[in-house]
């Protein structure tokens, strides 16, 4: 039975708006071992939702409740904010989707990793610059030493990735949480920060969320994949028979994308249900 990392149980997230409360996320559950687990959706669907809670980063009016999110059998909810700064980026780190809005613009990407690695270990500053230096050459950056010097605009898209990638992993967390890693790369660039990825998670044993719209780039990459619709998990599967799914959205999800096995001449418009909306939230739980 594969060990849990992650257990999260009945998670909502509400917004009050001037028409009402609006649920975000809604009843979702799902467990996280040792595995790259995706969570799929359109826009809108509570992905990223899901994700900014479990770390507790849906601020105020936002409302975030669930039966409990298990870290290691210990509820995140039941902790003060202070206690939780030891578990963001620690134990768990979440990489943002932009890597332009998440560096800051006015301080060196070395001291921002330094910066990362010294805030949860006890050490001087060279030996913190040697591991920053160390993380950068793990994700396949050239000359990380220039890097280190360079501010965040002189990065491209991919490189911007690599050192968010480099940042969240240099202290070592048991859970990587990426929110759409790879929506503004190239697929060569795409493949090799996946790869990046999926070695960093062998050889450490982490757990991975991959948060992505991508179907066919996480039923090649993850283990298991959530689909996520308004809010709620309405099927789970093995990622290796994603193109196998059952429910009627995932079929038009994925009826909708160009296939060069089986070309046509129009692709399937998805065509919603309002059942789907008001059906139970499938469980993700293993």
């Not at 003060?80 to 560096?103: C, H, Y």
Request: proline letters at 5%; glycine letters at 6%.
């Amino acid at each position: 039975m594969m060990e849990n990392l992650l257990d999260v149980e009945n998670l909502w997230v509400r917004f009050p708006t001037r028409q009402g409360v609006f649920d975000a996320v809604r009843g979702v559950s799902f467990t996280l071992g040792r595995e790259r687990l995706g969570i799929v959706g359109e826009s809108g669907s509570g992905k990223s939702m899901t994700g900014r809670a479990i770390l507790r980063l849906i601020r105020p009016p936002g409302i975030v409740e669930a039966d409990h999110i298990n870290l290691d059998g210990v509820d995140l909810l039941q902790k003060s904010e202070k206690d939780m700064r030891a578990v963001r980026g620690q134990r768990i780190s979440m990489v943002m989707q932009d890597p332009k809005f998440s560096l800051n613009p006015v301080t060196t990407i070395g001291d921002q990793i330094i910066e990362a690695y010294r805030l949860h270990n006890k050490t001087t500053k060279s030996e913190a610059y040697a591991k920053a230096v160390e993380m950068l050459e793990a994700v396949s950056i050239r000359d990380a030493e220039r890097v280190m010097r360079a501010y965040p605009h002189e990065m491209s898209g991919g490189m911007g990735q690599r050192i968010m990638i480099a940042m969240m992993l240099i202290p070592n967390p048991e859970i990587l949480i990426a929110d759409e890693p790879t929506s503004a790369l190239d697929v060569s660039v795409q493949r090799q920060v996946l790869d990046i990825m999926d070695k960093l998670v062998k050889e450490r044993g982490m757990g991975l969320i991959f948060i992505s719209h991508d179907l066919n780039l996480v039923a090649d990459f993850c283990d298991r994949v959530l689909i996520m619709y308004a809010g709620r998990i309405v099927e789970v599967c093995e990622a290796d028979k994603l193109h196998d799914a059952k429910h009627p959205y995932t079929r038009g999800l994925l009826n909708s994308l160009p296939r060069l096995d089986a070309p046509r001449a129009r692709l399937d418009v998805l065509e919603r249900d309002p059942e789907w909306s008001v059906a139970p939230s499938v469980s993700g739980r293993t």
